[in-house]
Nanobody
Framework: QGQLVESGGGLVQAGGSLRLSCAASGSIFSVYTMGWYRQAPGKQREWVAAITTISTTNYADSVKGRFTISRDNAKSTVTLQMNSLEPEDTAVYYC?????????WGQGTQVTVSS
């Protein structure tokens, strides 16, 4: 069974940057498609970015050009570099791992962007 642990959240001013990390354990990390989701107060969880096993990346339109997802299979980690942050990016960010019927979530990390 897999386990995901996020880190790197915090408080930042608009225009600033944060780097989120997700450490995976318990499974063969390299076979999983990894992703980041976020959930703002009073809103549904939404997809942010994903990276496949061959490092193909995709982004939600709202973050395209500002966020970058990457993975290190040797370290079993996935990161989300977030630049030019906006108050609308404020949310709890969750790491996700998917492989077939296996779907794992981290506990989430809070990102707050002040205006």
């Amino acid at each position: 069974q897999g386990q995901l642990v996020e880190s790197g959240g915090g408080l930042v001013q608009a225009g600033g940057s944060l780097r989120l990390s997700c450490a995976a354990s318990g499974s063969i990390f390299s076979v999983y498609t990894m992703g980041w989701y976020r959930q703002a107060p009073g809103k549904q969880r939404e997809w942010v970015a994903a990276i496949t096993t061959i490092s193909t990346t995709n982004y939600a339109d709202s973050v395209k050009g500002r966020f970058t997802i990457s993975r290190d299979n040797a370290k079993s980690t996935v990161t989300l570099q977030m630049n030019s942050l906006e108050p609308e990016d404020t949310a709890v960010y969750y790491c996700n791992a998917v492989f077939g019927k296996h779907n794992y979530w981290g506990q989430g990390t809070q990102v707050t962007v002040s205006s």
